[in-house]
């Protein structure tokens, strides 16, 4: 039950696109393809962003996409803007337990 | 819609017990798997464990396994998870989550409580 390896910050200015990756194993991120991702506000609950990799729920603006290669899945958010400013944490699901990210501090500038 | 309250937490010694409940509403709720995950202050998401949604199913953190318990109660749409022997490490907001996509424990978390903390403190 190691944790997913995301980057510890990342930033942009207005308009750019932004990716943060999230590493993991063949035995949970390779092994599944259920990845999701949240956002979390300072004081608030997690926001699902994206789950199953690349499916967007109900609400979540389309420039926030999702991809993954092997090991290695990606939240791509396009066209950034301030109130993207927040944590992101990625996960994934395994037969037994779920893996959380350590979590990605974005900053729009 | 879908509303999650958590309840319980309080300030608890160390080595102590303390049991923690999530009041569910606006969704069936023996269809859903759910988690407990939580947050220390200042860190990251961890999640913490899941019960399947007939509650023949749970599974545990190592973190936690041999210390947490969780159970349901179907007919009072509540969770709980049962925590003894508790340490410094323990002291975060607990939040349950829906767990969706089916399965023993979801493949992600839709809903969210707002949460409820612990702090373990001598």
């Known amino acids: 039950q190691s944790a997913l390896t995301q980057p510890a910050s990342v930033s942009g200015s207005p308009g750019q696109s932004i990716t943060i990756s999230c590493t993991g194993t063949?035995?949970?991120?390779?092994?599944?393809?259920?990845v999701s991702w949240y956002q979390q506000d300072p004081g608030k609950a997690p926001k699902l962003m994206m789950y199953?990799?690349?499916k967007r729920p109900s609400g979540v603006s389309n420039r926030f996409s999702g991809s993954q290669s092997g090991n290695t899945a990606s939240l791509t958010i396009s066209g950034l803007q301030a109130e993207d400013e927040a944590d992101y944490y990625c996960?994934?699901?395994?037969?037994?337990?779920?893996?959380f990210g350590g979590g990605t501090k974005l900053t729009v500038l | 819609d879908v509303h999650l309250l958590e309840s319980g937490g309080d300030l608890v010694r160390p080595g102590g017990s303390l049991r923690l409940s999530c009041a569910a509403s606006?969704?069936?709720?023996?269809?859903?798997?759910l988690n407990w995950v939580r947050q220390a202050p200042g860190k990251g998401l961890e999640w913490v464990s899941a019960?399947?949604?007939?509650?023949?199913?749970?599974y545990y953190a190592d973190s936690v396994k041999g210390r947490f318990t969780i159970s349901r109660d179907n007919s009072k749409n509540t969770l709980y998870l049962q925590m003894n022997a508790l340490r410094d490490g323990d002291s975060a907001v607990y939040y349950c989550?829906?767990?969706?996509?089916?399965?023993?424990?979801?493949?992600?978390?839709?809903?969210w409580g707002q949460g409820t903390l612990v702090t373990v403190s001598s």
């Open positions: 989550a829906q767990g969706g996509g089916g399965g023993s424990i979801g493949r992600y978390f839709e809903y």
């Open positions: 606006g969704f069936t709720f023996n269809n859903y798997a």
């Open positions: 019960i399947s949604s007939t509650g023949s199913a749970t």
């Open positions: 063949s035995s949970d991120v390779g092994g599944y393809k259920y």
């Open positions: 199953d990799v690349s």
């Open positions: 996960t994934s699901y395994t037969s037994s337990s779920v893996v």
